[in-house]
C-alpha cells in the first residue's frame, strides 16, 4: 500500500460524506467531492476556520465582505439552516442543490418566497418586496427612481396579490411564479450540472494556496 498523505484525512468542522449528500441531492459524488474543494477555498478566504461565514459569501457572491448587503444576507440566513451563525458543508451542498438544474421547480418556488419573505411570516409584502427590489437593483448597478421602483411593486401585487388582502402567500406566490417564468431565472445555475468540470470564476481566481488549507 501507498503511503497516504495526512491532509487527505484532515476535513472541516461538520463535514459529510460525499455519498449522502449525493444520495440527498441533485448532485453525484464526483460533483459533491468537487463542491468540497470549493467549499474549503470559500471557508478560508477570511477566517481559515473550515466554515463559511456571511463576510465570506458576501465576498464570494459580490467581491466585497464589508458593505451591507440585504440579498446576500437573505442567502446566507437561507443556507445557515441551523441557524448558528456559519455554514457547514452539508448545509452549503443541500442549500446549493435548490439551485441545480434538475431540482424541481416547485422547490425553486418555495426557496424565491422565503428569500423575499424578509420577517418570516409567511407572506411577502409591499415593504419586503421593495426592500428586494432595491438590493437587487443594487448590486446590479442599476439605478431607477422611486417612483419606478414603487410600480414595479404595484404591478407586482397587481397580478400576484389574487385576493386583494395586501400580501402575497405561498399559493398565490406559486401561481405568479408559473405566469412568470424570468422570475426564477437566478434559481438555476446552469455549472452546478457539471461542477466537476466548470468551477465558478471566483474560485478560479483564488488567491488561497492549497498548502493553506
Not at 440585504?70 to 441557524?83: E, G, H, P, S, Y
Not at 446590479?140 to 404591478?155: A, C, G, R, T, W
Not at 400580501?167 to 424570468?182: G, H, M, R, V, Y
Amino acid at each position: 500500500m501507498g503511503c497516504m498523505n495526512s491532509k487527505s484525512f484532515k476535513h472541516t468542522p461538520g463535514y459529510e460524506e460525499p455519498s449522502v449528500l449525493a444520495s440527498e441531492t441533485s448532485f453525484s459524488v464526483n460533483e459533491v467531492e468537487a463542491l468540497y474543494e470549493l467549499f474549503k477555498k470559500l471557508s478560508h478566504s477570511i477566517f481559515k476556520d473550515g466554515l463559511i461565514h456571511k463576510e465570506e459569501l458576501q465576498l464570494a457572491l459580490f467581491r466585497n465582505s464589508n458593505r451591507k448587503n440585504l440579498f446576500a444576507d437573505r442567502i446566507f440566513d437561507l443556507f445557515d439552516l441551523k441557524r448558528n451563525g456559519v455554514i457547514e458543508f452539508g448545509e452549503f451542498v443541500r442549500s446549493l442543490n435548490i439551485f441545480h438544474p434538475d431540482t424541481p421547480k416547485l422547490e425553486k418556488i418555495n426557496f424565491a418566497f422565503r428569500l423575499y419573505d424578509l420577517r418570516n411570516t409567511g407572506f411577502i409584502e409591499r415593504e419586503e418586496l421593495k426592500e428586494m427590489v432595491l438590493a437587487l437593483l443594487n448590486e446590479s448597478d442599476i439605478s431607477l427612481s422611486d417612483d419606478m421602483v414603487e410600480s414595479i411593486v404595484h404591478k407586482t401585487f397587481e397580478q400576484a396579490d389574487s385576493n386583494g388582502d395586501g400580501k402575497i402567500d405561498l399559493e398565490e406566490w406559486k401561481e405568479f411564479a408559473s405566469q412568470n417564468p424570468a422570475l426564477l431565472k437566478n434559481m438555476t445555475l446552469p455549472y452546478l450540472k457539471d461542477i466537476t468540470m466548470a468551477f465558478p470564476s471566483f474560485v478560479m481566481k483564488s488567491e488561497i494556496e492549497e498548502d493553506d488549507l
